[in-house]
């Protein structure tokens, strides 16, 4: 299988700037899409930004201007920049994959993985 592995979560002040990083690791085969979803107290899972292998990018309209999502296809790695933070982008942030990998070394299997989530907390 497929694991994804964040960092780069914390407290900041309203106004300020982190940057989320994501690691895939596993016998991987390809990676079709990265991207990140957050889930706010009381509220449901939605999508922050995504990146195709191609680089196309998809943002949510709240974070657009603010957020930027980037990927390195050679290190299977994935990256948001956050700037301009706002309260309301408390939350978990999560990490997302899809693609296939290489079950039992040799099937190309698809797969989906989440990662465990890193906590941003944008105080007012």
């Known amino acids: 299988q497929v694991q994804l592995v964040e960092s780069g979560g914390g407290l900041v002040q309203a106004g300020g700037s982190l940057r989320l990083s994501c690691a895939a690791s596993g016998s991987i085969a390809s990676i079709n899409a990265m991207g990140w979803y957050r889930q706010a107290p009381g509220k449901q899972r939605e999508l922050v930004a995504d990146?195709?292998?191609?680089?196309?990018?998809n943002y949510a309209e709240s974070v657009k201007g603010r957020f930027t999502i980037s990927r390195d296809n050679g290190k299977n790695t994935v990256s948001l920049q956050m700037n301009s933070l706002k309260p309301d982008d408390t939350g978990v942030y999560y990490c997302?994959?899809?693609?296939?990998?290489?079950?039992?070394?040799?099937?190309?299997?698809?797969?989906?993985?989440r990662g465990q989530g890193t906590q941003v907390t944008v105080s007012s």
């Open positions: 990146i195709k292998s191609g680089g196309s990018t």
């Open positions: 997302n994959a899809e693609g296939t990998y290489y079950r039992l070394g040799y099937y190309q299997t698809p797969f989906a993985s």
